[in-house]
């Protein structure tokens, strides 16, 4: 017990840190954001023999050859987005379900979407075991979107595609944002979207970024 408590002493320091010298020197400054990301348990989305790189500023492999985005990486792509509590989200490739627990803090309900089911079935019921109720896990193909819980006043998706995938521009309400690494190759640049009430869109582009590819139908074929 005494070395339990220990660990997660030692965790939460580790995940100050993380805030401090990862997050907010590089400028993220939503403070809803800043205190989710020291409160959530990221070693919790790690594989176990992983745990000890769960804070580094780094993606982290996870199962079926993913990753867990890198600490900035997730902060930057949520503070686009600019939650402010009331909001349905669509977060695409759930992969350890970390984004989707820091979207879950943010907003009122996230609907994430998977395509490999195995991981889909390990970030719910880790999710579950964590205490989330506003997250529901979705296995399909993400590219596509999806529209049974569509409009989505934010859609972010953690996975690199060609292009921005047309269905998730139709499935965001006016107003809404959306966030993608976008490119060819083993790199892509951030990018982020909002629709316009008159129905226009506005495309700004944050840097570069490397993502795992984003599969299926509106991403790459294989
Ligand atoms: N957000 C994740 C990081 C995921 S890595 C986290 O916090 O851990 C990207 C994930 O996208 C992988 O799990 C991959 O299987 C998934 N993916 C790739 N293409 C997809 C698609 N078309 N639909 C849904 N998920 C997809």
Not at 124 to 141: I, K, S
Not at 192 to 213: I, K, N, S, W, Y
Request: aromatic letters at 4%; one cysteine or more; hydrophobic letters at 40%.
């Amino acid at each position: 017990m005494a070395a339990k408590e220990a660990g997660t002493i030692a965790y939460e320091v580790l995940r100050d840190r993380m805030v401090q010298e990862q997050i907010e020197s590089r400028g993220i400054r939503d403070r809803r954001l800043l205190k989710v990301m020291r409160d959530t348990p990221r070693h919790a989305f790690v594989p176990d023999d992983r745990r000890d790189s769960a804070y580094w500023d780094m993606p982290v492999p996870i199962e079926h050859g993913q990753t867990i985005s890198q600490p900035y990486m997730v902060a930057l792509m949520t503070e686009l987005l600019r939650l402010t509590g009331d909001e349905t989200v669509l977060d695409v490739g759930t992969g350890s379900g970390y984004q989707a627990a820091i979207l879950a803090q943010l907003a009122r309900r996230v609907v994430s979407i998977e395509r490999i089911p195995e991981l889909a079935r390990t970030a719910a019921e880790r999710l579950a075991a964590l205490g989330f109720t506003n997250v529901e896990v979705v296995v399909a193909d993400g590219s596509a979107g999806w529209p049974e819980s569509a409009p989505y006043h934010a859609i972010l998706v953690a996975a690199g595609a060609p292009d921005i995938p047309e269905p998730l521009i139709a499935q965001l309400a006016p107003g809404g944002r959306l966030v993608v690494p976008v490119g060819s190759g083993g790199t892509q640049v951030l990018t982020a979207v909002q629709t316009l009430p008159d129905g226009t869109r506005m495309t700004e582009t944050h840097g570069p970024c490397v993502f795992v590819p984003l599969i299926g139908e509106h991403g790459w074929k294989h």
